[in-house]
């Protein structure tokens, strides 16, 4: 540790600008991870709060949640069975308010559950973000759809459903306005997952990828996240290749006065584990001041569990690859590198 050290204040300028690299590759990765997360939570944040369960579509919809339709007497029977259990349905909207601006929800009825907003006949509850656009409780909207008005009951916190803030009308108000009598979908909380002849069942993330967008969008980002990763990984692997190269006379003296292999490599490891832990800690640092610094409006969501996960992806890349430079060192015969060395 002390000679790993020692070798870090000697050639300070290298091991800095490697440290620096794999800080902005560091803090790019947490950007681009609080970006994907906080979109996921604009995508779908009204599925995303419901707990572990199952979602049931109808076959014929071929895992298209807007072409569902459960039949009747099944989603009475499943409703029956389970208790807990609710139907509901989901569309794309509009509403206009008093001056007759047009403002995009996502329109949701449900049956009677805990597990979504109660809303009486021409009441509607929809997502905060409109309170700032100047919707009011008590402002009475309107819908080309629907016959009535809707009286605006409250509002509810963080529920988006792709992109769009939930609107929660009553089940006969969404009925006249979508001229359909079936709900969409049946959810059944818990990890059981009854068969249902004539219906598809998916897990609470099988059924996010029912949602246009949402799997294409997390892909893309996700995608970008490892390959970030990645190439920390191979970064460490360049560079500490690059020293060991130069060392190979060094390290023949070591090994011929008695030094092990396995001291060489963890004089890399601890350069490596030094290197990371500060890049990170600088990273995780400016992360949360760009949450702080973001325009109001980004979806931006960097949780303590995403930090974690990724910090510890980089340490474990950035052994790999500190341990596959390091290789050499074990083909190194002590008086041949000495020789090499003197070249």
């Known amino acids: 540790m002390k000679l790993a050290w020692k070798e ?31 979109l996921s939570q604009d995508n779908a944040a009204l599925i995303k709060d419901l707990p572990s369960g199952h979602f049931y579509l109808d076959e014929a919809a ?22 807990e259990a609710t139907a509901f349905s989901i569309q794309m909207g509009f509403v206009n308010d008093a001056e007759d601006k047009q403002h995009s929800v996502a329109f949701v009825t449900s049956t009677d559950s805990d597990l979504f907003e109660g809303v009486k ?3 509607i509850v929809l997502d905060r973000s409109l309170e700032k656009e100047g919707i009011q409780v008590g402002d009475v909207l309107t819908n080309n759809q629907f016959s009535g ?23 006969s108000n969404y009925q006249e306005m979508y001229r359909v009598m079936e709900m969409q979908t049946l959810f059944i909380p818990g990890q059981d997952a009854p068969v249902i002849g004539g219906l598809d069942s998916f897990t609470n993330k099988g059924f996010l990828n029912t949602i246009p967008s949402y799997n294409a969008e997390q892909m893309s980002l996700n995608m970008i996240i490892w390959f970030l990763v990645i190439i920390s990984g191979m970064l460490f692997a360049i ?3 690059m020293m060991n190269v130069q060392k190979i006379g060094l390290y023949g003296i070591l090994k011929a006065i ?16 030094a290197i990371t832990a500060v890049a990170l800690l600088l990273s995780i640092l400016f992360s949360q001041g760009f949450n702080l610094l ?50």
């Open 258 to 273: 008695g030094m092990k292999t396995i001291s060489l490599f963890q004089m890399i490891w601890y350069q490596m584990l």
């Open 239 to 241: 560079f500490f290749y």
């Open 121 to 123: 006949d021409g009441e």
């Open 149 to 171: 008005s809707f009286t605006v009951a409250g509002f509810v916190d963080q529920k988006k459903y792709s992109h769009a803030p939930v609107a929660y009308i009553h089940m």
């Open 62 to 83: 071929d895992s298209t949640y807007n072409l569902s339709k459960i039949d009747e007497d099944v989603q009475a029977s499943v409703l029956k069975e389970h208790p």
């Open 294 to 343: 973001a325009p109001e409006g980004m979806p931006f969501a960097l949780t303590v569990d995403t930090i974690l996960i990724l910090s510890a992806v980089f340490l474990v890349v950035g052994f790999i690859g500190a341990t596959i430079s390091g290789l050499q060192i074990k083909k190194i015969e002590p008086l041949q590198a000495i020789q090499q060395g003197e070249m």
């Open 8 to 38: 870090m204040k000697k050639s300070k300028s290298k091991f800095l600008i490697l440290g620096s690299i794999i800080f902005l590759v560091s803090f790019l990765t947490f950007i681009i991870s609080g970006l994907a997360n906080g």
